[in-house]
């Protein structure tokens, strides 16, 4: 079967990714081809991937998008190593680089959020529609749209004549994270449904918000107009049927739960946890385990990467410095050649900096202070906390601050590949405190290394990970005990690596021989979303 994947970001291709959608969107085809299938995938060429030398020009289209005709190129792309049976595509406008050559994403202003997103998105949905009828990708039997930013095809496919013979193609729509939903205005506004597509009926109860019936919302649309519907784990599938409830700080439906429950009660809703690759060398990544004094200077070379790369030195790099310079003297942990002399412990978080993944961090305890202050406390002069990430400005500046009055706490402000893969195999403990995940790749990585994931238990992360056996849970009805039930996870699993050793190696054991294998994901695709 012939299938087209349409999506926001593939990590297939160089810099195509920001989040998890681009590790699915990289994996996901490759397994399905091993299986017997035939994949193409096509994203927006952000002014960038056109540009490569990989990159062959196929055709240029013409696309009625807010009221004139818009001339798309589609090209080709030949990757590193590539996949029979997969087919890399982008396709390109200027419109698409509106965030700057390569940005995937645009920061839109509070009171405007995902306009240019939502707008440049809206005719990539247009160009891959107008390419399929156009036959460029050959004859296609299902449709693979991923999140919100692909959602306009499933309006397009139902709604707009010219479109009509996809209704012929099975479409699938895949959840990747139903907290961002790309929802504007009807009308109204130049990034508005009809200003994209003036002339064209629609059903209104399928496409608007439920809480705000003037604005369109492409998620609630992607639901309703796809004949399979597919959240990225079980457990994941359970909650969002649910409503939400902010005050108890529990996501649920996001207000689209109504539509989910009909999904479900209709048979086209369906959880499929993610996958994950896995090196057939056996246990390679335990032995790219690093020193905490190796780790300390590819952290250091990292951030001078950073600083040269801006005109003005960021103080969360010049905090880091500092504290890393702190722990490489720190005589207690680190001899002179480098070895350990008393086994620190050593905790880890790699993730974007959002509220998704760091509220639970910022929150207040009774005596004021965060509960992330309050687990440095507990961690005291035994080891030391790395975190990776960059995401949320406000977020970025509450870890820097943490970082500034905690010699216990590196906040690595940027994002590395190679300092990211070493966090992973050399750390004792990961943390992921999510106040919710869809499914979570960060837990899979780090078990896969053989570290242990310490983590809220909801969405994906309670689909794979399995208390006190390969790693450690935590739950709550609020925030706070959510922060206290943390705090408590993390003291008896510290204290159960210091006085339980043999326990210890058997939670890292069973963590590094768990596995969640695109294999059977792509089994699963083909026999519940696809036949």
């Known amino acids: 079967m012939k299938i087209l994947m349409a999506a926001a970001e593939n990590d297939a291709l160089p810099r195509g990714k920001v989040g998890g959608i681009g590790d699915v969107v990289r994996d996901i085809p490759i397994a399905l081809a091993k299986i017997g299938q035939v994949v193409d995938v096509v994203i927006p060429s952000y002014g960038s991937f056109s ?39 982008v396709i390109e406008h200027p419109m698409f680089a509106i965030g700057g050559v390569g940005a995937i994403y645009c920061d839109d202003p509070n009171d405007r959020p995902f306009a240019k997103d939502a707008t440049k998105f809206a005719l990539f949905s247009a160009a891959v529609a107008k390419a399929i009828i156009s036959d460029v990708f050959g004859k296609i039997d299902v449709l693979h749209l991923h999140d919100w930013h692909t959602a306009m095809l499933s309006v397009l496919r139902a709604y707009d004549p010219e479109y009509k013979q996809l209704q012929s193609i099975k479409t699938v729509y895949t959840i990747h994270n139903l907290s961002l939903q790309g929802i504007r205005p009807l009308d109204g506004d130049e990034s508005s449904f009809k200003a994209w597509f003036p002339y064209l009926p629609f059903n209104h109860n399928q496409i608007n918000d439920p809480r705000y019936p003037h604005c369109y919302n492409p998620m609630r649309a992607g639901i309703n107009l796809s004949d399979k519907v597919h959240a990225v784990s079980p457990n994941y599938v359970k909650e969002i049927l649910l409503p939400s409830d902010p005050e108890h700080g529990y996501v649920g439906g996001e207000g689209l739960e109504a539509d989910l ?41 990292e951030i001078l990467k950073w600083i040269s790369d801006k005109p003005l030195i960021d103080s969360a790099h010049l905090i880091a410095l500092t504290r890393l310079k702190q722990l490489s003297e720190k005589k207690a942990f680190l001899s002179e050649s480098g070895k350990s002399a008393q086994q620190p412990l050593v905790l880890t978080s790699v993730g974007r900096i959002t509220d998704q993944k760091v509220k ?28 990776l990430g960059s995401g949320d400005k406000k977020l970025e500046e509450f870890l820097a601050h943490v970082s500034s009055n905690n010699n216990n706490f590196i906040f690595l402000k940027g994002y590395s590949e190679a300092l990211s893969e070493s966090i992973y195999c050399s750390g004792d403990l990961f943390l992921m405190p999510s106040s919710f995940e869809p499914c979570g790749i960060s837990q899979m990585l780090s078990m896969r290394a053989g570290q242990p994931c310490l983590a809220h238990s909801v969405g994906g992360l309670s689909d794979t990970i399995i208390d006190k056996t390969n790693g450690f849970t935590f739950t709550g009805d609020t925030p706070i005990e959510q922060a206290e ?47």
């Open 485 to 531: 039930n943390m705090l408590s996870c993390f003291k008896s699993a510290i204290e159960l690596k210091k006085q339980k050793k043999t326990k210890w190696k058997d939670i890292c054991s069973k963590a590094h021989k768990a596995r969640f294998l695109w294999r059977d994901v792509a089994q699963t695709y083909v026999t519940d979303l696809y036949s």
């Open 261 to 301: 429950r009909n999904a479900k009660s209709t048979g086209r809703l369906h959880g499929i946890l993610n996958g994950c690759e896995y090196s057939d060398k056996g246990d390679s990544r335990l032995s790219n385990r690093l020193s905490l004094a190796e780790l300390i200077t590819l952290s250091e070379t």
């Open 360 to 387: 639970l961090f910022q929150q207040l305890m009774p005596n004021g202070e965060s509960a992330l202050e309050h687990l440095l406390a507990q961690l005291a002069d035994d080891g030391v906390f790395i975190l």
């Open 51 to 89: 540009k490569l030398a990989a990159a062959q020009h196929i055709t240029s289209l013409e696309v009625v998008f807010a009221g004139q005709l818009q001339t798309v190129d589609i090209f080709k792309i030949t990757v590193a190593n590539p996949q029979d049976n997969v087919t890399q595509w």
